[in-house]
């Protein structure tokens, strides 16, 4: 089992940043791929950043050069740093988890956070 709590939502201003964490209940070197995804009202997830395999990190376009993936494994926590927020970035943030490693064993099941609201003002 991995759960997976989100902090760090809230509402600013166009133009301004926040910094999402994402602590996870388990040791996320044993997780095979982590990241944050977003919904906004009415609209479908979508995939914001990930690390994939390895130190790999994939982002959408629509956040490239202003959101930045991170990740601290002492803390066993992923961070997503949001600057230049824009008001399209608005939404629910989730944090996601897509299989672990449990001694020899692979447990092949993704996980969600509870999500955290970010709301951008024009």
């Known amino acids: 089992q991995v759960q997976l709590v989100e902090s760090g939502g809230g509402l600013v201003q166009a133009g301004g940043s926040l910094r999402l964490s994402c602590v996870a209940s388990r040791s996320i070197s044993s997780i095979s791929a982590m990241g944050w995804y977003r919904q906004g009202t009415g609209e479908q997830r979508e995939l914001v950043a990930a690390y994939t395999t390895g130190d790999s990190k994939n982002y959408a376009d629509s956040v490239k050069g202003r959101f930045a993936i ?53």
Do not use: F, I
Not at 96 to 118: D, I, L, P
């Open 70 to 122: 991170s990740r601290d494994n002492a803390k066993n926590t992923v961070y997503l740093q949001m600057n230049s927020l824009k008001p399209e970035d608005t939404g629910v943030y989730y944090c996601h988890a897509m299989g672990y490693y449990s001694g020899v064993n692979y447990v092949n099941t993704e996980y969600w956070g509870q999500g955290t609201q970010v709301t951008v003002s024009s």
